[in-house]
């Protein structure tokens, strides 16, 4: 196995929170209608499409057309999207923090879009720590697309087969392990500091 080089974070769910059920729990009280408002509204298919690039105008003006009814909890999404980011993971944070003041080659690759991540940033100093990062929302692809880590590649000349790539979708782990990165699956600080220090990084 290469020595790895490169390490690459995911943001939402490896080192902040993301729920949207935290402002809609208030907006759709009832439980079960704000499942149906998520499986047939404002899905993850939907939202998607705004990493990928799509404007919240244009966005909120297509699910308007077919759900008049629900027009103020659609808009609501982008309107209270700072509460669904509440708070940064510490011990993760930590740990990247740790690894860039070690001297690693940190970068960062995340499905966003453009606007709310510049609002994450000026929330969160620490995101503006790594060397950089590739925003799906900017460029117009979205993990686990094979094109956004070949660009994330040529965008910071990483050498794949040296890139650790830290995710918490089991998708995106394998998509980046298709595009000849190594990879790892987060589910909690305490196993990502030790699938590290498997891998013979310390910070």
């Known amino acids: 196995m290469t020595e790895i080089r490169h ?14 059920n935290i402002p809609f729990s208030r907006l759709i009280p009832d439980a079960e209608e704000r499942k149906w408002f998520f499986d047939n509204v404002c899905t993850h298919d939907w939202n998607i499409e705004q990493d990928r690039g799509r404007t919240w105008e244009e966005a909120e003006a297509l699910l308007i057309a077919d759900h008049p009814d629900h027009a103020e909890n659609i808009r609501g999404f982008r309107r209270h999207w700072h509460e669904m980011v509440p708070h940064a993971y510490d011990d993760s944070v930590a740990i990247m923090l740790g690894l ?22 000026e929330r969160f100093d620490f995101l503006n720590r790594p060397r950089g990062v590739t925003i799906s929302g900017e460029i117009g692809m979205i993990k686990p697309d094979r094109g956004i880590y070949d660009h994330h590649v040529a965008a910071f000349g990483l050498e794949p087969s040296a890139t650790l790539f830290i995710d918490d979708s089991q998708k995106n782990v394998d998509g ?7 990879s790892v699956l987060f589910t909690d600080a305490e196993t990502l500091q030790a699938d590290l220090e498997r891998l013979g990084i310390k910070a």
């Not at 390490?7 to 949207?20: A, Q, W």
């Not at 499905?111 to 940033?121: K, V, W």
């Open 176 to 182: 980046a392990k298709a595009a000849g990165w190594q």
């Open 100 to 121: 860039i003041e070690s001297g690693h080659d940190v970068t960062m690759l995340t499905n966003f879009a453009s606007d709310t991540l510049a609002e994450a940033r």
């Open 7 to 20: 390490i690459v974070f995911d943001i939402g769910r490896v080192l902040i929170h993301y729920d949207p």
